[in-house]
């Protein structure tokens, strides 16, 4: 069966300290991978994607996720962390590929401290 | 960009009454629509898949007599949550596919009381 695990469910950075969130899915196919964001009360807003090409993906708010096909990874990185990162990350894959529907992972909530 | 505008943002109901969720694709048409069901603290779960002109497809445990989906035309899915109870409060959340990726709507809080 598909599946996205999403290790920690919470993660306590400091402020300018490195973000990692990590994700692992399984999929029969290659897959699309999505980071999302989401603060309280609020829809979700994509931080970045893959779907095919250049492994390394850059998105939003200086995060950046690496796709590793070899170890089912697609982990979700910042170098340095701001305040305003607070916040729950879902890592999502489209298993099928292309823009099917969506498998959540169990979310992130990272915390992030003076 | 492709917008999903999702109505009511909140809604308070009484147990036993149903409750209409519409998203609106606002400059596309989305001939499929996800929605999803967000507890408390929890992920997003699909729910259900709808398709332009044909009977939505519901994922495993999801009661479609309770959850009605309609997506009557190339702009418009409704979610209709009958006969609510307070077990059903949650946050739901629609998805519109498209080229590039997924639009989604902001959401709807749902309190039944």
């Known amino acids: 069966a598909q599946s996205v695990t999403q290790l920690g469910s919470h993660v306590s950075v400091s402020e300018g300290a490195l973000v990692l969130l990590r994700c692992n899915y399984s999929?029969?196919?290659?897959?699309?991978l999505f980071w999302y964001v989401q603060y309280p009360n609020q829809g979700l807003q994509l931080l970045l994607k893959y779907t095919t090409g250049a492994t390394l993906v850059k998105g939003i708010n200086g995060f950046e996720a690496e796709f590793k096909k070899s170890e089912t990874s697609f982990h979700l990185t910042k170098p340095s962390a701001h305040m305003s990162d607070a916040a729950e990350y879902f890592c999502a894959v489209s298993p099928i590929g292309g823009y099917n529907k969506l498998i959540f992972g169990a979310g992130t909530r990272l915390a992030v401290h003076p | 960009g492709a917008v999903v505008s999702q109505h009511p943002s909140r809604v308070i109901c009484k147990s036993g009454t149903s409750v209409k969720i519409e998203c609106r694709s606002l400059d596309f048409q989305a001939t499929t629509m996800f929605w999803y069901r967000q507890f408390p603290k929890q992920s997003l779960m699909l729910m259900a898949t709808?398709?332009?002109?044909?009977?939505?497809?519901?994922e495993q445990g999801v009661e479609k007599d309770k959850f009605l989906i309609n997506h009557a035309s190339l702009t418009l899915s409704t979610l209709t949550v009958t006969s609510a109870h307070p077990e059903d409060s949650s946050f739901y959340i629609c998805?519109?596919?498209?080229?590039?990726?997924?639009?989604f709507g902001s959401g709807t809080r749902l309190t039944v009381v």
């Open positions: 998805s519109a596919p498209g080229e590039d990726g997924y639009t």
């Open positions: 999929s029969s196919v290659p897959p699309y």
């Open positions: 709808s398709n332009e002109g044909s009977k939505a497809t519901y």
